[in-house]
């Protein structure tokens, strides 16, 4: 088997991908430089092929709109000027439809062992403790850039400073910020994650290193100018029977982060080999790691054709192109 | 008022207005024709729950209380010294 899948799928157009090579990837969010350095064929899969398993994730459903229900309370309570409970409630109202299957006027349902927990009474839950817990939060929101706007729902692009050696184009990170935020006199980017697991300070050291937050804060600080150490992370456990919350700072040192630069120009060199000579190699290391690979059965597969068969028939297709909205969570 | 009317039986029209409002009923209705007053009664029915859930943690803590009764069998215990191994040496009565 050669490097590539060497079968019979198109590649769908997709603006993080340089026209000049239309398998390197340009623009990079937090996800596909994540995918790529745990293993450069899973990333070939799910980035640059957009291969996803047929049967979605429901951690990264869940995860999505509680994302987006803390945004829009947020822009309720900030840009419109609404009260705690009428921007709770227009918020359940939304993640209500967004949580509504349209195509089979039905709830959100899934057949994952994951659904148990985490499923739309979960979340409307989890959201309604959430907001009632932070109504009054002592992180006050900051203002940035010439607009002087309010540091919610932050689009970024920010050049690397290394370029192609084949295209000659700058290597670009691009993602989301939640919020930036004063506590205590100093500034956080803030954001939301969801876990079954009991929070506790081995919990939040997970975060560090991490690809996902070290990008943060290199964005708040390069981007909107915010002197940030890092991020402030709301926790929320979320069980069958109920949910919990706790805060924590993750923390970035100007070592660390001027070395996570430096280590970065190693994995887009690597990037842009792939890219180049289309091939791209298993990582059979961490094939188990993080609950297990998703392409884990295409890896298995004998020939190019059993390959195709478990792709076409296990497997949907999505372009994603952090460019276009946001795609990291 | 007669005690018959003291505890009214529910009319049909009453028990299907209360099912209407259920809270499943409430969360498999397409959320496009759910008014405010169902998304209230969904964000009260949440907040409910946290209060009851707090409120049953507190009775646990009661319930773990060592049961001191005077029925509870004793054993006349007296400390007179404890070992470096952190054993405790007992004297019987």
């Known amino acids: 088997m050669d490097g590539s ?12 991908f340089s026209k000049k090579n239309m398998l390197l990837q340009i623009h990079l969010d937090s996800s596909s430089l994540n995918d790529f350095k745990i293993c450069p064929r899973r990333y070939y899969l799910s980035i640059v092929y957009g291969f996803q398993p047929a049967q979605e994730s429901v951690h990264l459903t869940f995860g999505i709109a509680l994302h987006r229900a803390v945004e829009l309370y947020w822009t309720y309570r900030l840009d419109r000027q609404m009260p ?30 994951a659904f148990k927990i985490k499923n739309r009474y979960t979340l409307v839950r989890t959201i309604v403790w ?20 309010l540091a919610v729902e932050l689009p970024f692009r920010l050049g690397t ?26 500034r956080y980017v803030t954001d939301v994650k969801s876990t079954g697991h009991t929070l506790s300070e081995y919990w939040f050291a997970k975060f560090t290193p991490d690809n996902q937050f070290t990008i ?17 992370v709301d926790a929320c456990q979320v069980v069958q029977s109920f949910s919990e919350f706790q805060r924590g700072v993750v923390s970035r040192s100007d070592e660390q982060l001027n070395r996570w630069h430096h280590d970065l120009a190693f994995f887009l060199e690597q990037l842009e080999k792939c890219a180049y000579d289309d091939d791209w190699p298993q990582n059979d290391s961490a094939c188990g790691m993080y ?14 054709n059993s390959r195709e068969l478990i792709l076409r028939r296990e497997y949907k297709r999505r372009v994603w192109d952090p460019t276009f909205e946001r795609m990291d969570y | 008022m007669s005690s018959d009317n003291t505890y009214p039986i529910p009319q049909t029209d009453a028990l299907r207005q209360a099912d209407k409002y259920s809270l ?21 029915h949440m907040q409910d729950l946290r209060d009851r859930l707090a409120a049953t943690a507190t009775v646990r803590q009661v319930r773990v209380k060592k049961d001191v009764s005077p029925r509870a069998p004793t054993l006349p215990i007296i400390v007179s010294s404890a070992s470096q191994m952190g054993f405790v040496k007992v004297k019987k009565d």
């Open chain 2, 24 to 44: 499943q009923e409430l969360f498999s209705r397409d959320p496009e024709a759910l008014g405010t007053i169902g998304l209230e009664q969904i964000v009260t």
């Open chain 1, 161 to 186: 400073g290394y370029k192609s050696a084949t295209t000659g184009e700058e290597f670009v990170l691009c993602g989301r910020l939640d919020r930036i935020g004063e506590l205590n006199g100093a």
């Open chain 1, 130 to 149: 959430y907001l009632d817990k932070y109504q009054n939060d002592p992180v006050q929101v900051v203002r940035v850039g010439n607009d002087d706007r």
């Open chain 1, 216 to 232: 943060y804060t290199i964005a708040a600080r390069s981007v909107f100018g915010v002197d940030t150490t890092g991020i402030l």
């Open chain 1, 291 to 304: 609950g297990g690979c998703p392409f884990r059965q295409v890896c298995s597969a004998t020939s190019a």
């Open chain 1, 84 to 113: 705690h409970r009428d921007a709770m409630v227009e918020v359940v109202r939304e993640t209500l439809k967004a949580t509504w299957d349209y195509n089979l006027n039905r709830p959100w349902q899934s057949d994952d062992k």
């Open chain 1, 5 to 16: 899948l060497g079968i019979g799928f198109e590649l769908l157009p997709n603006g993080a």
